[in-house]
């Protein structure tokens, strides 16, 4: 097998004995040994039992029913895997092993995936970089001098440079759709509460029998990234919580809705220059796309609360900066304001079947010492506030919508070449018809 080959492909492979479970592992990890070194994608390697659990499936009869069976694969830090560290980025909790797998990592051994080791993240999930003092910088494949993006950074690394087809991140600032973009691969934001995230818990946080004694996070959710939109559908049936339904609605008889401008939300000319190309190839083939509705919710208004929300969220309630702390009513608020956003988001798929908006404003950002919502991004030559590219992601995280990321072409940021993506939005629920969408419009654009 190449190393630009799928899940699905290598699965095929091991099923009909072209390759054993044994050399799919053995390949995946000689590729990590000669790429990593440079990229450092994968923070925790696990290649010992690895190859020990493909030696055992090699002598074990074939089971039926499972998707990924041999398949090496990687999953983010953050993630537990018995036996392994969990950091989210801080030392001092590098020696501490978690003493269960997380039950999205249970799910994917269930369907026969192997685990070979857990990738890179920046310090508490939150930068569109992958960076901490406890395993280094992550490096784009490709131009070491950029981010792969953050926080599932080192999760697209490990796809996009062919070390393992696939892998699973989290998400709720852009943590899968910026890396899938900055990286040129394909990754799906689910939609909120499908695929399970107990066992992604903070590292320091007391657990009751290996999983904290919490409720899921709200807008935070698991989701796939992969080299092709076919991988990327069953990893989602994999992890989710219950059967999804697949549409059979061609794109041709679809009514899409482009988005590529938005207030406060300036997008620079490195992306708008390949997404207009993208639209364009699509409108020629014969897609309905309009490029505005006064049924898109109010982003500005939608954003605002996202951004409470989320900090909120990923605080724990913590006091804010400037000493305050979010009351029961002001939750009580924001969860009005994301049914409102809900609401309105409903009304507007009534009308449309998916919405394509960029997936950040820039592409993939030089490295620097500090994170990107700290400092400004430039953007057609003008420094922007870092935090404006979130408006991007909020806009399906804050009603809880998939988002299937897809490679478009690529455009010149800063100097550089770089992979430039698209993100596809559709109803919740319907996450395997966003993916089905992303592909139908890969393929018109790569025809």
Sequence with gaps: MTDKAGALATALAIRT??????????????????????????????FGRACETARAMDNAPRPLGQPLFGVPMTIKESFDVAGLPTTWGHPQFKDQVAPRDALLVRRLKAAGAIIIGKTNVPVDLTDWQSFNPVYGRTSNPHNHDRSPGGSSGGSAAAVASGMVPCDYGTDIGGSVRVPAHFCGVWGHKTTWGLVPKHGHDFPGQSRREGFLAAADGPLSIAGPLARNPQDLAVLVEVGAEVPLRRRTKPLAECRLLAITSLPGAPVDGSV???????????????VRIDRASDLLPDQARHYRSYLKMMNIAMSGGAPAP????????????????????????EALFETYDFVLAPPAPVLAVPHSEQAVFRGKLMIDGKEEPG????????????????????????????????????????PRWSDLDCIAAAEAIGNILHS
């Design 387 to 426: 935090s404006c590219g979130l408006v991007w992601s909020g806009m399906a995280t804050f009603p809880g919508l998939p988002s299937t990321v897809l490679p478009i072409g690529s455009g010149n940021y800063l100097g550089a070449e770089l992979p430039c993506g698209m993100q596809v939005i559709g």
């Design 272 to 286: 708008l220059g390949p997404t207009e190309a993208a639209l364009e190839t699509l409108a020629r083939a014969g």
């Design 17 to 46: 004995r072209k390759l054993s479970v044994a050399e799919a592992v053995d390949a995946a990890i000689t590729r990590a040994g000669r790429l990593d070194a440079e990229i450092d994608a994968i923070a925790v390697p696990d």
């Design 322 to 345: 400037d000493g305050t702390r979010a009351t029961a009513s002001d939750w009580f608020a924001l969860m009005n304001a994301q049914a409102a956003c809900i609401a309105e988001w």
